[in-house]
């Protein structure tokens, strides 16, 4: 199956961002979730202190989340659609909170150690950005790198469980609602992709595998309440030990 990548995908973003959130709004849901996801990283103190990283940011729903999540940590948030952080940035932020125009193939050129403190970066956030991205192994990695030893990582994504069941669901949510939706708004390539993409990726447990192939320790997944159940779920794991030379990642 044929799915967008790389600029395909940031350009389609870029025209779907002006609507982008009064359809996600039509999801029941949506913004609970990540909410649910952000909590589940457990920061400390209303994250006083602590330096967070969110990654695929969009328009900026995720941000807000992890926001609610730790109002009193400093946040960057980082998108490769320029269209999604022009709408994100123009919302209402504390001044802790800044964004980054960035592939997130090349995450440690935008952002670096440094700028989440001299030891990396508190936690990481990503929704929805895994199964957008060419190369979700060198991704991992990056995250890796820009963690402090012991920081966390949340991964908020649809990951089906592989249930023949779930994915019939996901089939005929996409079928019925989310492609004759982006069709009115004239995105409806980027919502064959949606459908498409989440066809294609890691069921949950393969995610979790990579997770745990990537370095990361103390991997869990936990699922949504409600229809997202089996089609949503949060990956928490924190920052492990370095790999040792020679270990080869199961996927």
Same mark, same amino acid.
């Given at each position: 199956?044929?799915?967008?990548?790389? =600029?395909?995908?940031? &350009?389609?973003?870029?025209?779907?961002?002006?609507?982008?959130?009064?359809?996600?709004?039509?999801?029941?849901?949506?913004?609970?979730?990540?909410?649910?996801?952000? #909590?589940?990283?457990?920061?400390?103190? %209303?994250?006083? %202190?602590?330096?967070?990283?969110?990654? /695929?940011?969009g328009t900026g729903? *995720?941000? !807000?989340?992890?926001?609610?999540?730790?109002?009193?940590?400093?946040?960057?948030? +980082?998108?490769? *659609?320029?269209?999604?952080?022009?709408?994100?940035?123009?919302?209402?932020?504390? /001044?802790?909170?800044?964004?980054?125009?960035?592939?997130?193939?090349?995450?440690?050129?935008? +952002?670096?150690?440094?700028?989440g403190g001299a030891?990396?970066?508190?936690?990481?956030?990503?929704?929805? $950005?895994?199964?957008?991205? @060419?190369?979700?192994?060198? +991704?991992?990695?990056?995250?890796?790198a820009l963690l402090?030893?012991?920081?966390?990582?949340?991964?908020?994504?649809? *990951?089906?469980?592989?249930?023949?069941?779930?994915?019939?669901?996901? @089939? !005929? $949510?996409?079928? %019925?609602?989310?492609?004759?939706? %982006?069709?009115?708004?004239?995105?409806?390539?980027?919502?064959?992709?949606?459908? #498409?993409?989440?066809?294609?990726?890691?069921?949950?447990?393969?995610? !979790?595998?990579?997770?745990?192939?990537? /370095?990361?320790?103390?991997?869990?997944?936990?699922?949504?309440?409600?229809?997202?159940?089996?089609? +949503? &779920? @949060?990956?928490?794991?924190? #920052?492990?030990?370095? =790999?040792?030379? /020679?270990?080869?990642?199961?996927?």
């Open positions: 199956m044929t799915l967008l990548r790389d =600029q395909d995908l940031a &350009h389609a973003f870029d025209h779907a961002a002006g609507t982008y959130d009064r359809l996600v709004a039509m999801n029941p849901g949506y913004h609970a979730d990540l909410r649910r996801s952000a #909590r589940r990283l457990r920061l400390p103190d %209303g994250g006083a %202190g602590l330096k967070l990283l969110d990654i /695929g940011c729903a *995720s941000t !807000a989340a992890l926001l609610r999540a730790a109002p009193h940590a400093e946040i960057t948030a +980082v998108d490769a *659609s320029a269209g999604m952080l022009e709408r994100a940035a123009a919302k209402h932020w504390p /001044g802790r909170v800044r964004f980054v125009h960035s592939p997130v193939e090349e995450l440690t050129r935008a +952002v670096t150690p440094d700028t030891s990396g970066y508190d936690a990481v956030f990503a929704a929805y $950005l895994f199964r957008n991205v @060419t190369d979700a192994q060198g +991704v991992l990695a990056s995250v890796r402090r030893p012991g920081g966390r990582l949340a991964v908020h994504e649809y *990951s089906l469980s592989g249930s023949a069941a779930h994915r019939a669901l996901w @089939t !005929a $949510l996409c079928r %019925g609602v989310i492609i004759p939706a %982006g069709t009115l708004t004239g995105d409806r390539e980027l919502y064959h992709h949606l459908w #498409r993409s989440v066809l294609a990726f890691d069921t949950a447990p393969r995610f !979790a595998a990579r997770l745990a192939g990537a /370095g990361m320790d103390d991997t869990r997944i936990v699922p949504m309440a409600g229809w997202s159940t089996g089609i +949503v &779920h @949060t990956f928490l794991a924190r #920052r492990g030990p370095a =790999q040792p030379d /020679g270990v080869a990642s199961p996927c």
